[in-house]
């Protein structure tokens, strides 16, 4: 075997094994009880897998299978230190952050998310980040107000 052949090789399992940092959102990590279980567990499932890859013989191979969840570790160890737990909301008077609020949009489509932490948040299982347009828009509304986002009108009609 070179030389030459050897470092490409070497080279090429740095590349696999160095991976960047997950982006780490700008701004207050704010999160609810739930948000703040969800990234405790994901941190626990990480630093799992990351364990168990130390465990495998080859140098090479251990280098691969230990990047991925080395680096949702570092994520997930970030995101717990900077968390910022918020309480459920007092009320139902205005929308805030883990509301869950409906609302209708111009074209009669009625839509309902809970506004929660970034982490947390998958539209497709009825969470919106507080960041998001929609939920910026709507924060601080009250029942029956309307908010303006991406040029249409979305009027509030329940907060839970």
Same mark, same amino acid.
Do not use: C, H, W
């Given at each position: 075997?070179?030389?030459? #052949?050897?470092?490409?090789?070497?080279?090429?399992?740095?590349?696999?094994?160095?991976?960047?940092?997950?982006?780490?959102?700008?701004?207050?990590?704010?999160?609810?009880?739930?948000?703040?279980? =969800?990234?405790?567990?994901?941190?626990?499932?990480?630093?799992? =897998?990351?364990? =168990?890859?130390?465990?495998?013989?080859?140098?090479?191979?251990?280098?691969?299978?230990?990047?991925?969840? #080395?680096?949702?570790?570092?994520?997930?160890?970030?995101?717990?230190?900077?968390?910022?737990?918020?309480?459920?909301?007092?009320?139902?008077?205005?929308?805030?952050?883990?509301?869950?609020?409906?609302?209708?949009?111009?074209?009669?489509?009625?839509?309902?998310?809970?506004?929660?932490?970034?982490?947390?948040?998958?539209?497709?299982?009825?969470?919106?980040?507080?960041?998001?347009?929609?939920?910026?828009?709507?924060?601080?509304?009250?029942?029956?107000?309307? =908010?303006?986002?991406?040029?249409?009108?979305?009027?509030?009609?329940?907060?839970?």
């Amino acid at each position: 075997m070179s030389v030459a #052949f050897t470092k490409e090789e070497s080279a090429e399992t740095a590349s696999e094994t160095m991976l960047p940092d997950r982006p780490v959102p700008e701004g207050p990590n704010l999160v609810t009880a739930n948000g703040l279980a =969800a990234l405790e567990r994901q941190q626990a499932e990480a630093r799992a =897998a990351y364990e =168990a890859a130390l465990e495998i013989e080859d140098v090479n191979e251990k280098r691969r299978q230990a990047a991925n969840p #080395f680096r949702d570790l570092r994520y997930f160890t970030e995101r717990l230190r900077t968390a910022q737990l918020v309480p459920p909301p007092e009320g139902t008077d205005v929308v805030a952050f883990g509301s869950t609020v409906t609302f209708e949009r111009e074209d009669g489509r009625v839509q309902t998310y809970r506004i929660v932490g970034e982490d947390e948040a998958d539209p497709r299982q009825g969470s919106i980040s507080f960041t998001s347009p929609m939920a910026r828009a709507l924060i601080g509304k009250a029942l029956g107000e309307v =908010a303006e986002v991406a040029g249409g009108e979305v009027e509030v009609t329940g907060i839970a």
